[in-house]
């Protein structure tokens, strides 16, 4: 089995065997993948020096070796807080409106991925697999080419590849796509994010795209495919054993004090439509008075990105909304919303998951969502809680046995929250089963799989969008 070499921004340090549970199921499944292969792990170490040295921290951590790189300042203004945060973020979740464009953020981004490769090459031996993980180094695969790297290299996109129109209002939009035609395989998380691909590269660099889903422009061929990440269901179930689980799981079944109990869980980001589901929740209030005692959400959103200003403003935003609601339903027994404004050790969240009767699940656009797919592994079989899910979240191509919803329309919000607080038992167990099916079968493994098989062989069945295709040809 080749040897693995995974780069993404930073690098999700191994946990001894003890912490794995605080531990996300990419990092574990990535860390398995490397534990086998005696991989590398490289990225950002998180620390800003005063100059760039290029000095890469090796650490061997329960089998897995990761390698950082400290960034400078400027580094971290420019590439991260800038380009990737503030320019990509926000456009390819189809937020145009709060996209910057500044010439210092674009030659900030191209200078990193430059120092990143000429960092991470010289570790690079004949015979690895590279794989790039996404929007914080797309042209990272033709800096690699351009310091003689001629391995395999994979890029993945964790996040929405916007539509082509939205697309071209960066600036220098075909620099940076073209870049990509360096990658032997380019994945992204949904057929729809991999279709908007083609109409790109097809309208603006004269691609053909083969059945196959080889994208050929000119000499060059590049693999394309939709490869759907998913979570380390085996992982969850043992994560629902823990102490932390079961603590969470009695705390709140205790204070529902037989109230059914709605929960949210995100990064508090504006593409999670967290305003949207605060206002979807009040119109639910409004028109159902019949409900009023008898339910509450309780939604979790720990501040991200504390250094750009959009996040400081949806955190006020979401405060005061919160406390808008509170104040006009609560009663001294009840408070419509419980807003809980900091992170939860990962245990802690799967035993609220299960606890809950249903989850809201409602961003206006995300690459995939595994918060969707941890509420389904966490659920009781014999009992299982409803998941409400937005259509435009990229999960909601594979969890088709969801309630879904329009994120954008309160009434639909609070239609849906009815119509899964009054969903009869059969009906939820019916729905669930086949979502637990999917979630366990296309797990954080398969997807890895995946892959690495179309890496490797360019063997692309694996990938959704381009199957019946390639089993037609
Ligand atoms: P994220 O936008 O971070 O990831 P998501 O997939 O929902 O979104 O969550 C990732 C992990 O963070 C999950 O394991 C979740 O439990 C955890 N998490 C979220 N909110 C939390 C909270 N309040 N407290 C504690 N933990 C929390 C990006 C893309 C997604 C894509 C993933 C993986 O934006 O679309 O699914 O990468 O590819």
């Given at each position: ?17 003890a ?13 398995s ?29 329960d ?37 910057e464009?500044d ?7 191209e ?10 090459a010289?570790?690079v ?6 794989w ?23 890029f ?19 620099r ?11 994945g ?16 603006e ?34 994560l ?5 689980a ?34 979807g929740y009040r119109?639910?209030?409004?028109e ?20 750009v ?60 969502n ?8 966490a ?5 299982p ?29 609070s239609?849906?929250?009815r ?16 979502l637990a ?37």
């Amino acid at each position: 089995m080749s040897r693995l070499i995974i780069i993404s921004n930073r690098v999700s340090a191994p946990k001894a065997r003890a912490d794995r549970a605080s531990q996300g199921g990419l990092a574990v499944a990535l860390s398995s993948a490397l534990r086998e292969t005696n991989g590398i792990w490289f990225g950002w170490s998180g620390n800003a020096v005063d100059e760039f040295s290029g000095e890469i921290a090796t650490q061997v951590v329960d089998g897995v070796t990761t390698a950082t790189v400290d960034l400078e300042e400027q580094d971290v203004d420019e590439y991260y807080n800038g380009y990737a945060n503030r320019t990509l973020w926000p456009l390819f979740h189809y937020r145009i409106d709060l996209a910057e464009f500044d010439r210092q953020f674009g030659s900030g981004y191209e200078r990193v991925n430059e120092r990143f490769a000429a960092t991470v090459a010289p570790l690079v031996e004949d015979g690895d697999l590279v794989w790039v993980q996404d929007y914080h180094l797309i042209p990272l695969g033709q800096q690699l080419r351009s310091k003689g790297v001629k391995n395999k290299i994979g890029f993945f996109l964790h996040i929405p590849w916007p539509p082509h129109r939205l697309i071209t209002a960066l600036p220098y939009h075909r620099r940076l796509v073209q870049s990509m035609l360096a990658y032997d395989v380019i994945g992204f998380q949904t057929a729809e994010w991999l279709e908007s691909f083609h109409h790109y590269v097809e309208r603006e660099l004269g691609a053909t795209i083969e059945p196959d889903g080889t994208i050929r422009v000119g000499e060059r061929r590049v693999r394309a495919g939709a490869f759907p990440i998913g979570i380390d269901a085996g992982e969850y179930d043992a994560l629902l054993e823990t102490d932390d689980a079961r603590v969470a799981f009695d705390t709140l079944k205790r204070s529902a004090q037989g109230r059914k109990s709605i929960i949210g869980v995100d990064r508090l980001d504006y593409s999670k439509g967290l305003a949207e589901r605060f206002n979807g929740y009040r119109r639910f209030l409004e028109e159902h008075p019949d409900w009023l005692h008898k339910v509450y959400l309780l939604q979790i959103a720990p501040p991200s990105r504390g250094e750009v200003h959009t996040y400081a403003h949806i955190r006020e935003e979401l405060d005061e909304l919160s406390g808008r609601i509170n104040g006009e339903f609560a009663h001294v027994d009840w408070v419509p919303i419980r807003y809980v404004n900091q992170g939860y050790p990962r245990g802690g969240l799967a035993g609220l998951f299960r606890a809950a009767d249903a989850a809201l699940v409602t961003p206006l656009r995300d690459g995939m969502n595994l918060v969707a797919k941890e509420f389904v592994a966490a659920q009781d079989p014999a009992d299982p809680g409803v998941l409400i899910l937005s259509q435009f979240a990229g999960a909601a191509e594979q969890m088709r046995d969801a309630v879904l919803v329009n994120p954008y329309s309160r009434d639909e919000i609070s239609d849906r929250i009815r119509e899964a607080l009054n969903m009869p038992l059969d009906e939820r167990r019916r729905r669930w089963e086949r979502l637990a099916a999917g979630v366990r079968s296309e797990d954080v493994h398969w997807w890895r799989k995946s892959f690495i098989d179309a890496l490797t062989g360019s063997d692309m069945r694996g990938a959704a969008g381009v199957e019946s295709a390639s089993a037609e040809s």
